[in-house]
């Protein structure tokens, strides 16, 4: 009898299972938006993505080159290095590397080549293209 009884509990009907197709259907719609959410906001800019601003290619450009682990750059994550010197409130500041005038054009110089501009530097030579190194003067100089 007692077996009869349990075994008719474990008869569920469809759309009955407390931890089956019910649970799995409520959550379905709410799990479904948050995946078509993130497909549209919460994905990360890319450098190819058509309307992205030069400060946000900069910013992928410095993360892509790491120079974060020479440079504490405010706003990109990580980036505290300490073996050159902080890049924060850019905008502010007088000199690029002690010997040019601070413009975007002397920054645009120096780093497509700093090496040449301070012989014996420790920050190496960027491959980076003219794009990026607009945006990343574009990111300099918005940290005012
Ligand atoms: C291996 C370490 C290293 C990396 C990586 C590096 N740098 Fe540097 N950077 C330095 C050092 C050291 C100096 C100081 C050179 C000097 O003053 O002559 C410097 C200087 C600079 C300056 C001039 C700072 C000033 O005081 O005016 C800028 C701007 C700069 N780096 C930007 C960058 C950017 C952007 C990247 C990544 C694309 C980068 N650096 C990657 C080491 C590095």
Redesign the pocket.
């Known amino acids: 009898m007692a077996a009869r009884s349990g075994n008719r509990r474990m008869r569920w009907r469809r759309g009955e299972r407390p931890s089956g197709g019910v649970v799995f259907a409520h959550w379905r719609t709410p799990a479904l938006l948050l995946v078509l959410l993130c497909a549209s906001a919460c994905h990360p800019v890319r450098a190819t993505d058509a309307d992205i601003s030069r400060e946000q290619l900069g910013e992928i450009?410095?993360t892509r080159?790491?120079?974060g682990?020479?440079?504490r750059?405010a706003g990109i994550e990580g980036a505290d290095?300490t073996?050159?010197?902080p890049?924060d409130h850019?905008a502010r500041?007088q000199?690029?590397?002690?010997?040019l005038p601070?413009t975007p054009e002397n920054?645009a110089r120096?780093?497509k080549s700093?090496r040449t501009i301070?012989p014996g530097?420790?920050?190496?030579q960027?491959r980076?293209s003219d794009r990026e190194i607009q945006g990343?003067v574009a990111y300099?100089y918005q940290q005012k």
């Open positions: 450009a410095m080159q790491a120079c682990s020479c440079h750059i290095g073996v050159g010197p890049l850019y500041r000199m690029i590397a002690g010997v601070n920054l120096y780093l700093p301070v530097n420790a920050m190496p960027q980076l990343i300099l």
